[in-house]
């Protein structure tokens, strides 16, 4: 039988303690700081902010920052960080935004930005819970806001690196998973080196899981994080935003703001409250 995921990438002290480390922000980094600053957003909400690198940097430019994270191993990282600005950090998932809210004379967190960074929409895997989601989102915004996420293209196929089905020329396969004969190996200032690599374990549908193996040469410790995405398509995303009210107004394929097509890496989304 097939084992459950355990997403212990997110819980397990010593993965969450190299998550920075391996699970870089540079990429995507400078697009949302941009994004933020052209929307002109005064308040935040980081949904899924994992260990709060990317509230970090928001914070830096000014913004205020309301950061909701459901890994309690994750959100204790974010507060060993000395912040310039204060930031409300709330223990929790994107369903407890309409608590939050209603503890507001306004009965909304009144945010003029969410964003949902690292890929956390593919975590809701049922449809029922990323439509609960997007309604969580719609609400927390004053009109005018916006919800900005991206998902990975499906046509990407990341855990296929090594398959001959990738054509060469499909601009879209440069985004892969390292694997067990390609490992990549990053330094940590505190754990040393770490290996990790991605092991297929099986594709349904459109859900796909995984394990993603490290290992830690300077102690030999070998550690797996048993995890599960789904892969959502440009259609599907496009009909849950409209569902959800929503107004979607870019489609982005990748990081230099360049417009999605099919075989782009991303579908990065940034949707209007109306
Ligand atoms: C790949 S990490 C991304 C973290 C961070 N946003 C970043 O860019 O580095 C995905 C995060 O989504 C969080 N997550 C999973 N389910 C969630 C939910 N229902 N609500 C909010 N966050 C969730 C996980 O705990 C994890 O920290």
Excluded at 15 to 33: G, M, S
Excluded at 188 to 194: E, L, M, Y
Excluded at 224 to 230: A, G, K, V
């Amino acid at each position: 039988m097939q084992a459950k995921p355990n997403y212990s990438e997110f819980s397990e002290p010593q993965l969450v303690a190299i998550y920075d480390t391996v699970n870089c922000i540079d990429e995507y980094k400078d697009f949302y700081i941009e994004l933020a600053k052209k929307l002109s957003a005064t308040t935040i909400i980081d949904i899924g902010c994992g260990t709060g690198l990317l509230t970090y940097e928001l914070s830096k430019q000014g913004h205020k920052l309301i950061a909701i994270e459901p890994s309690l191993a994750m959100i204790e990282r974010t507060l060993e960080r000395v912040y310039d600005s204060p930031i409300r950090f709330i223990h929790g998932g994107v369903e407890n935004l309409d608590s939050l809210g209603a503890l507001e004379e306004t009965k909304t967190l009144n945010a003029d930005l969410a964003i949902m960074t690292g890929h956390v929409a593919q975590f809701f895997l049922n449809d029922a819970d990323w439509q609960a989601a997007l309604s969580s989102i719609y609400k927390a915004l004053k009109p005018g806001g916006h919800f900005a996420f991206e998902c990975r293209n499906p046509v990407v196929q990341p855990w296929f690196k090594e398959s001959a089905a990738i054509d060469a020329t499909n601009h879209a396969a440069h985004i892969d998973w390292p694997s067990a004969t390609n490992r990549r190996t990053v330094h940590d200032q505190t754990a040393g080196d770490v290996e990790w690599w991605a092991q297929l374990i099986a594709v349904n549908g459109n859900r796909v899981s995984y394990e993603i193996h490290y290992f830690f040469p300077g102690t030999g410790d070998k550690l797996i994080s048993i995890n599960e995405l789904r892969f959502r398509d440009r259609n599907q995303l496009e009909k849950s935003l409209v569902d959800a009210g929503f107004v979607i107004e870019k489609v982005f394929g990748n990081w230099d703001f360049s417009l999605a097509d099919s075989m782009s890496p991303e579908f990065i989304f940034v949707a209007g409250r109306a």
